[in-house]
T-cell receptor
Framework: NAGVTQTPKFQVLKTGQSMTLQCAQDMNHEYMSWYRQDPGMGLRLIHYSVGAGITDQGEVPNGYNVSRSTTEDFPLRLLSAAPSQTSVYFC????????????FGPGTRLLVL | AQRVTQPEKLLSVFKGAPVELKCNYS??????LFWYVQYSRQRLQLLLRHISRESIKGFTADLNKGETSFHLKKPFAQEEDSAMYYC????????????FGKGITLSVRP
């Protein structure tokens, strides 16, 4: 199993550009989530999904959209990038709930100029 | 609202010294308790989970329900323990929003 994969590893955007961060898992996990990691702020939840077709907002959802059309994929879309979205983004999954071990992807480092 | 507090941002110790990384949470009940670790240039991974009562890489974590704390401890730190550590207590029930502490950087000097 590849586990949780994320692409790209690194991306530079200009303010106002849009892009999609990809996240996929091959473990048939129901629960998936996106976080951003910033110095001094820890991990902050952006969006999460408890199963295909179901998504909900986390702590910092503004400026980001998600969808979950399949169990395997959970892309994160930046509609109009802003410098404040410069961060490292992590995707995670678990079999069903937050009370289980979370498996993380390798992260995507995003720089918005 | 549930809160997780890791009161220190950085802990620097010499090799062989004891380590205690603190974690306090604000909600009652019996949460599932996790510590995750992120080594340099690697993804976050589970270090230990309270329910399994294991000692991983020499680390243990004791739940203190009275103080609502779940501190991570190791009697003798090693250089390879240098990493970022996140506490993640998860309340049982319908809430599906994962909560992490802000993390602490452990630096073990030779």
């Amino acid at each position: 199993n590849a586990g949780v994969t994320q692409t790209p590893k690194f991306q530079v955007l200009k303010t106002g550009q849009s892009m999609t961060l990809q996240c996929a898992q091959d473990m048939n996990h129901e629960y998936m989530s996106w976080y951003r990691q910033d110095p001094g702020m820890g991990l902050r939840l952006i969006h999460y999904s408890v199963g295909a077709g179901i998504t909900d907002q986390g702590e910092v959802p503004n400026g980001y959209n998600v969808s979950r059309s399949t169990t395997e994929d959970f892309p994160l879309r930046l509609l109009s990038a802003a410098p404040s979205q410069t961060s490292v983004y992590f995707c995670a999954s678990s079999p069903r709930t937050i009370q289980e071990t979370q498996y993380f992807g390798p992260g995507t480092r995003l720089l918005v100029l | 609202a549930q809160r997780v507090t890791q009161p220190e941002k950085l802990l620097s110790v010499f090799k062989g010294a004891p380590v205690e990384l603190k974690c306090n949470y604000s909600y009652s009940g019996s949460p599932e308790l996790f510590w995750y670790v992120q080594y340099s240039r690697q993804r976050l991974q589970l270090l230990l989970r309270h329910i399994s009562r294991e000692s991983i890489k020499g680390f243990t974590a004791d739940l203190n329900k009275g103080e609502t704390s779940f501190h991570l401890k190791k009697p003798f730190a090693q250089e390879e323990d240098s990493a970022m550590y996140y506490c993640a207590p998860q309340r049982t029930g319908a809430n599906s929003k994962l909560t992490f502490g802000k993390g602490i950087t452990l630096s073990v000097r030779p």
